[in-house]
C-alpha cells in the first residue's frame, strides 16, 4: 500500500527552519582582543546563531598573529587568521619577522597578510618605518599568493605610490574598515580593491565618505565585505543621522542580537545582521542580497569553502 502524506502534519524543513539568517562572513573580527578573553565560545555561538558563518581574524603584530593562528586551529572552518604588522606596529619590525610571518602565512587556516598600511595620524612608528614594512608585506603577500588586508589613514599619497610601485599585485586587496573619503576610495576601486564596510556607516555624516560612495553608485556589491570590527565599530542603528525610513526597515531579529549582547563599549560578529540590513537600504537592495554578495566576495577573495 502507497504511502499517504498526512497533510495535518507539519513537516520541518531545515531550510526554511533558518531562513531567518543571512549567510554572512565576517571578515574583520578581532577575536583576540582581551575583551573576549572571558566569554569567547559565547560570542561564537551568538554569532553562529545570527547567521556567521566564518570570522576571519586581522592581525596587528607577530604575537596577535600567532595568536589567532592557534584560534583557527582550534575553531577549524569558523575562524580564520591573518599574518601582518599594523603601521603602528612597525617600530617592532625586526629582521626575523619576515620568516616568521611567512611560516605563519603557510599554514592554510592563514588566508591574507596584514593588516599592514600607513597611518600618519598618530606618530606611534615613524613614516620612514612605515613604508619600509608596508613594502615587505606587500613582497610576501606576492611571495605567498595571499591576498592583503591595508590600513590607511592620513597618508593617501604615500600609500597610492606604494601600491602604485608594485603593480599588478596580482592577489586581491582589501581596505580594511575603511573610514577615508570618498576620493581616496575612487582611487582604490579604480585599482580593483576591495572596500571593507563597518558600523561606521552609522555616524558618517561627513558628506564625503562611506555613505558618498554608496549613493553615488561608486563602490558597488561585487566590492564590498562586511566586517564587525569587534569589539570596536558598534552599529548604532539609533543615530540621528539615520532616516526614520531606514530605522523601520531593520528586522527585529537582527535588532534583538544587536540589542541584547552588544555596545558601543563591546561590540560582537552578531552585530553583522544590522549592518548588512543598514547597507542594503543605502542601495536600495535586498538584506539577503546584500548578505549573499558579500560572503561570495569573501569566500573568492580569501579561498574558504
Not at 619576515?98 to 597611518?119: Q, R
Not at 599568493?145 to 592620513?154: E, N
Not at 552585530?271 to 566576495?297: M, R
Request: aromatic share 8%; hydrophobic share 40%.
Amino acid at each position: 500500500m502507497a504511502f499517504q502524506p498526512n497533510s495535518t502534519v507539519k513537516v520541518l524543513d531545515p531550510i526554511r527552519e533558518n531562513y531567518d539568517n543571512y549567510l554572512l562572513i565576517d571578515v574583520g573580527s578581532n577575536m583576540v582582543n582581551k575583551k573576549f578573553s572571558r566569554d569567547l565560545e559565547s560570542v561564537l555561538q551568538r554569532a553562529k546563531d545570527s547567521g556567521v558563518q566564518k570570522i576571519i581574524v586581522p592581525c596587528t603584530s607577530l604575537r596577535t598573529s600567532k595568536e589567532a593562528l592557534r584560534l583557527a586551529r582550534i575553531y577549524p572552518g569558523s575562524i580564520y587568521s591573518t599574518a601582518g604588522i599594523h603601521p603602528h606596529e612597525a617600530k617592532s619590525w625586526e629582521d626575523n619577522y619576515y620568516d616568521e610571518l611567512k611560516d605563519i602565512a603557510k599554514n592554510p587556516e592563514c588566508v591574507a597578510i596584514g593588516i599592514c598600511g600607513l597611518d600618519y595620524n598618530k606618530d606611534f612608528s615613524s613614516p620612514d618605518i612605515q613604508r619600509k614594512v608596508f613594502e615587505l608585506q606587500i613582497s610576501l603577500a606576492k611571495e605567498m599568493k595571499k591576498p592583503i588586508m591595508l590600513h590607511q589613514k592620513g597618508a593617501h599619497e604615500d600609500f597610492l605610490k606604494i601600491i602604485k610601485t608594485h603593480l599588478p599585485l596580482m592577489l586581491p586587496a582589501i581596505l580594511h574598515s575603511f573610514t577615508g573619503s570618498f576620493e581616496e576610495a575612487t582611487d582604490y576601486i579604480n585599482l580593483g580593491m576591495y572596500i571593507g564596510i563597518t558600523g561606521g556607516l552609522c555616524k558618517d555624516s561627513s558628506g564625503s565618505g562611506i555613505k558618498k560612495l554608496l549613493s553615488a553608485g561608486t563602490l558597488t556589491l561585487d566590492r564590498i565585505l562586511v566586517q564587525s570590527d569587534s569589539p570596536f565599530m558598534y552599529p548604532n542603528a539609533r543615530a540621528a543621522n539615520l532616516t526614520d525610513a531606514l530605522k523601520s526597515s531593520l528586522t527585529q531579529r537582527s535588532l534583538g542580537f544587536l540589542q541584547r549582547y552588544c555596545t558601543f563599549h563591546r561590540n560582537e560578529p552578531c552585530s553583522l545582521p544590522i549592518l548588512v540590513e543598514l547597507l542594503a537600504g543605502f542601495i536600495s537592495k535586498k538584506p539577503d542580497e546584500v548578505a549573499l554578495a558579500t560572503s561570495i566576495n569573501a569566500l573568492k577573495i580569501f579561498g574558504m569553502s
